[in-house]
């Protein structure tokens, strides 16, 4: 699990949640929002 930040060219900031299967390098899933909280993560 991981969480990435970036901006687009607008100056409007988004995260990314990662989930990476660490064996087969797997990507699991990702959460694209502009805001990330817990809750977001334990319900995704």
Not at 20 to 31: I, N, P, S, Y
């Amino acid at each position: 699990m991981d969480f990435v930040a970036d901006q687009l060219s607008n100056a409007r900031r988004f995260r990314v949640f990662n989930v990476v299967d660490d064996f087969t390098r797997e990507m699991v899933g990702q959460l694209v929002s502009i805001s990330i909280n817990g809750s977001m993560v334990a319900r995704f």
